[in-house]
């Protein structure tokens, strides 16, 4: 399994590590070409993340995702590739040598880490989302959804069955994740994956956690907006199915799962 941590890595790291000094600012830039099939299957293979990357499911704003493979089991590799963004370290492209880009392995590898270990507290705390395998540098890999090759459809895109079901294992869902002290942050239709009739949760890098915040009961309090616009965008998508629900009230009653006066790790969930 992917799990199997490979010596080669940590050479290929601390190669990694070497400071360099570009346009007079401190940090870890480096000159890598643009993200392409072939350089990312030769990155997986090397790093054991991957036997083999079969093709690219989708190129978003921050993150290119490929269906990849360990032996026979499918996984969805996602590559994060910010220096495109406005996220590239000093905020714009810096020119380098050869017309590359420039930008800092660190901060891609910050994203992918901390998506990857999000999705890690979900799935462990009991919500459906894809089971994530490994983390290497600015990548993850994680359960493939789908079936041959092709990735399931996201909700926005399926006529549902059963709509009632759906939309309360979606309310279940977001309430687990808050009883982690996560909140997802980008909830919509477009992040749920419809697969064998059941909803699935992707797409974490926008997710606030508060877990580690001190006096966590009472910042997560903070994340109130947050949550209620996750919540209202899928109250709203059920709405053509005819589901009526309050946003205000579910969101009130998530947060009512932690009891906010208490300062204490005690067991304070009532769900
Ligand atoms: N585990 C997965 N299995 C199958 N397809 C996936 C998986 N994760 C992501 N995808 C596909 O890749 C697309 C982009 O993934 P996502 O995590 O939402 O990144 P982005 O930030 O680009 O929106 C999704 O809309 C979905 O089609
Ligand atoms: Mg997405």
């Known amino acids: 399994m992917p799990n199997q941590p490979s010596p080669y890595i940590s050479k290929r790291s601390l190669a990694q590590r070497q400071t360099s000094k570009i346009e007079g600012q401190r940090g870890r830039l480096e000159d890598l070409p643009e993200i392409t099939l072939t350089s990312v299957r030769v990155e997986a293979l090397a790093t054991q993340l991957a036997t083999d990357v079969k093709g690219t499911i989708s190129a978003g704003k921050e ?14 590799l996602k590559v994060y590739r910010l220096y495109a963004t406005p996220h590239a370290k000093g905020g714009k492209r810096k020119k380098m040598g050869g017309g590359k880009v420039g930008y800092s392995k660190d901060i891609m590898s910050y994203w992918a880490s901390r998506e990857f270990w999000i999705l890690d507290r979900v799935f462990r705390a009991g919500v459906k989302v894809p089971t994530p395998a490994r983390h290497i540098d600015n990548m993850f890999t994680a359960r493939f959804l789908g079936e041959n090759g092709t990735p399931a459809p996201l909700l926005k895109d399926v006529q549902i069955e059963h709509p009632k079901r759906i939309f309360n294992s979606i309310i279940d869902q977001i309430f687990a994740i808050y009883r982690v002290f996560i909140i997802h942050g980008d909830l919509s239709a477009f992040n749920i994956l419809y697969f064998q009739n059941e909803p699935w949760i992707i797409d974490f890098p926008q997710a606030i956690d508060f877990a580690s915040r001190p006096n966590r009961h009472r910042a997560l309090k903070k994340g109130r907006p947050i949550l209620l616009r996750d919540i209202t965008n899928i109250v709203k998508f059920f709405e053509k199915y005819g589901i009526p629900a309050e946003a205000q009230a579910l969101c009130d009653e998530c947060m009512e799962q932690i009891s906010f006066n208490d300062r204490l790790d005690k067991k304070t969930f009532v769900r």
């Open 63 to 76: 993150a290119t995702v490929f269906h990849a493979l360990w032996y026979d089991f499918p996984l969805a």
